[in-house]
DNA sequence: GTAATGGGTTGACTCAGGTCAAACGACAGT
DNA sequence: ACTGTCGTTTGACCTGAGTCAACCCATTAC
């Protein structure tokens, strides 16, 4: 069964598997969630002039790998991706899920490297933006430069929030932070708050949170025997939103 | 025992508590480490004139608390500071410390406010920069821009390694990537890589390590029975710097 | 001096989440 | 329809870190 889409009119993509297309912030649907946020008209086309390509990344693809170089960020046009660190010894953090309007490899600016792996969770596109030209850009538009600021801070805040889950909340109450976020992204992209399709396996979510699989998989049955949570493989429809908010906001003992 | 320390000539806080005192990075031995990396003396006399304000802030107060407007960030001329947020319930996570040289404030950029407590650990002074006129500045200076991004990015790649410390290190490798983290920025600060003192609590260390005090103080136990630390008290002797590394390369099983 | 306070250490016990193993279900390829 | 693969679920058991409690050691207040 299709994921609740609005957006996702099939893009085909057997058809032409590799296409490079014209991207264009100005028609984008994506754009109030994205970084053109708050551009005039005309600064608008300033930036669609610098994101040239637009490319297709099929599931299980890389869009970048660790100790490449950098040289552009990626928004998000469509899909589903995961960053992921890897130890020398196999282990693997996955560091984050990323979908549709945000951005990708801000980790690279640091030392011109990438230090993370970006992996599509399902077939996506993504319009690649050149870095040092959208420097270039953002020291001519105020608002393009504050909104580029906010966006790596609220990236700052986010890795806060993910410290604060694994340092100090309990299986129960990561689970319910994780869903709750997943509703309010889906939510802000109209998508249904309550009913939506995970992009990614049990083990993907357990190394995000810090768990094994088999306790992300029993943290969904006690939910679901609780009433609060309908799973069917990766299928969720959330039946208590108030439920899970409160698993977080009660100190459980 | 006073820290062995190089910067830390006398600075009488009693004396003058709250002295506000002209900043100028020209003459300032961090300039290296912080913002002002890499600019000729022109601009940086340009970044001068935006710093106007150097300010002490004493040992346990707080530079800036969680829902403060954001208007600065501050670059720590000298001290040590935790940052934290709390959950409502009173639990609280620290989600880093600072020393010389490195910049506060980072997070409230996305919502002009401040999502995270910042403590000074030690009697510490810091350099008030106006974000919106440093903005303004990296407009017309590029390698000021540049710079600012890195630093950001820098952020965001940390993070991530504590979420990978948190999500998948055991005690053992926590407390060994702490230890070596810290040898290493005092290094970077031309101190010794083997012997500091620890400007924070077992408490405050193991809110950051998603650990509890006890299990920090009995982990140091064990390093300082294996030869591979000395510890008394907050002062810390590395004995073994390969030993530790080594902790963290092995998988321990 | 003595007391009070705030870390820090150590031991005994508990339990949340990890480990190991078996079985199941969905889907793709033949 | 059959087979193989990959992800998921569930159970039984184990263990590493947390909890609780006692005690120690430094520092500061009186």
Redesign the interface.
């Known amino acids: 069964m299709p994921p609740p889409s609005k957006a996702a009119k099939d893009t085909s993509f057997k058809e032409t598997p590799f296409a490079v297309i014209k991207a264009a912030c100005s028609n984008c649907n994506l754009r109030e969630l994205c970084l053109p946020l708050g551009l005039s008209d005309d600064e608008m086309t300033r930036l669609d002039s610098l994101i040239s390509v637009r490319k297709r990344i099929k599931r299980g693809d890389c869009l970048y790998r660790v100790g490449e170089p950098f040289e552009y960020i990626y928004a998000i046009r469509s899909g589903f991706f995961k960053t992921d660190?890897l130890?020398?010894?196999?282990?693997d953090?996955v560091?984050g899920f990323q979908m549709a309007g945000e951005l990708l490899g801000?980790?690279?600016?640091?030392?011109e490297r990438h230090?993370?792996n970006s992996v599509a969770l399902e077939d996506s596109e993504v319009c690649h933006i050149p870095f040092f030209r959208l420097?270039s850009l953002?020291?001519?538009i105020?608002t393009l430069?504050?909104h580029f600021?906010?966006i790596?801070?609220?990236?700052?805040?986010r890795?806060?929030g993910?410290?604060?889950l694994?340092?100090?909340m309990c299986v129960e109450e990561r689970i319910a932070a994780f869903l709750l976020n997943l509703s309010q992204r889906f939510t802000a992209r109209g998508f249904s708050p309550a009913e939506f399709n995970l992009r990614m396996t049990r083990e993907e979510i357990g190394?995000?949170?810090?768990l094994k699989l088999e306790t992300v998989s029993r943290a969904f049955s006690r939910f679901q025997e609780e009433g609060l949570i309908a799973v069917q493989q990766r299928h969720i429809r959330i039946l208590d939103i108030p439920g899970l908010q409160q698993i977080m906001?009660?100190?459980n003992h």
Chains 1, 2 share one sequence.
């Not at 790596?152 to 805040?157: A, G, K, L, Q, T």
């Open positions: 660190v130890l020398e010894d196999g282990r953090q560091t801000l980790d690279g600016i640091s030392t230090t993370c420097e953002s020291r001519e105020q430069q504050r600021h906010k790596m801070s609220r990236e700052i805040v890795d806060h993910v410290m604060t694994l340092g100090m190394s995000y949170l810090g906001a009660k100190r």
